[in-house]
């Protein structure tokens, strides 16, 4: 449980090389953009696949997890690019990072699963912490001349934490599969570049290596990661720990020179970080239990 936790918060931390990605990825258009990397992502998936020595599912992947993995890779981009076209991205990139309080509250209807004080509260930490760096302290608007705006990046919340809440439901369905979700994301967003966007290619090395890195991690690695820890790890802990992308991904743009440190910043770190660790609490604090006792038994 604890090992696939870890590896489900690696995608958190490389989704927090985003931002510094895109921003370094020049003018390419979000569909463009979002096609070029997801190619690559289908591709991390094959080298996952030829390296593991198994290049084919072993059954057939049931027809409602193709809509839920197509659905949610690229329904959430989908979404969250029409948001950013029709609301300030400050109040829209608030709202559609409501996914993580979503998977906490959520996994309480789970098979299984319980839902305490303590995720609650730590996810409403971080949720707080994750408000602080979205509007870099400068407060929040809430226009209804935005609300379709608003209303799309709610779906977007909605579409990503239902996409990781029911990948839990299909723990046998192998991690592999996720290449073919990114194929399909890369495959529509295509499209829809075609159908509503100027091409525009990235200029000089770069910018390519930029939408190469994205493609290999926080749009390619990421998701396989993500999909495992949400299938054999504490979902609970995975979706409060997630408010630590925005977190990270500012830091991350701090080191390369591209914001400046805040105190505002200091007081986002401190609320997300204990609301991670008192939605852990129970994972940090329990012991392994001793041969002898397992003997007693």
Excluded at 33 to 52: E, K, N, Y
Excluded at 99 to 122: F, N
Aim: proline share 5%.
């Amino acid at each position: 449980m604890g090992r696939a936790t870890l590896i489900g918060f690696s995608a958190v931390v490389m989704w927090a090389l985003l931002a510094l990605l895109t921003d370094a990825s020049g003018a390419v258009p979000p569909f463009q953009l979002s096609a070029m990397t997801f190619a690559i992502g289908a591709a991390v998936g094959l080298a996952m696949r030829s390296a593991s020595g198994a290049p084919g599912e072993r059954t057939m992947t049931p027809p409602i997890v193709w809509v839920i993995g197509i659905g949610g890779l690229f329904g959430y981009h989908f979404f969250y690019f029409t948001a950013l076209r029709n609301a300030p991205a400050v109040e829209a990139s608030l709202i559609a990072y409501l996914w993580p309080l979503l998977i906490v509250l959520g996994s309480a209807l789970m098979p299984g699963e319980r839902l305490g004080w303590h995720h609650t509260a730590g996810a409403l930490m971080g949720l707080l912490g994750t408000a602080l760096i979205v509007s870099r302290g400068g407060g929040f608007e809430f226009d209804t001349r935005y609300a379709y705006g608003y209303a799309m990046a709610g779906v977007c919340a909605l579409l990503w934490s239902s996409y990781s809440l029911l990948s839990r439901r299909f723990p046998n369905v192998p991690t592999s599969v996720v290449t073919w979700f990114c194929a399909a994301t890369a495959a529509l967003s295509l499209l829809c570049h075609l159908a509503i966007e100027e091409t525009v290619w990235p200029r000089g090395a770069g910018q390519w290596l930029a939408v190469a890195g994205l493609g290999l991690m926080p749009v390619g690695a990421a998701f396989y990661a993500w999909d495992h820890g949400v299938k054999r790890g504490n979902i609970q802990v995975l979706g409060a720990a997630s408010y630590a992308a925005p977190l990270l991904s500012t830091l991350v743009l701090i080191g390369f020179g591209f914001a400046e440190p805040t105190l505002t910043i200091l007081g986002a770190c401190l609320l997300i970080t204990a609301g991670a660790a008192l939605a852990a609490k129970n994972m940090i604090l329990s012991r392994p239990k001793s041969a002898e006792a397992v003997a007693g038994k």
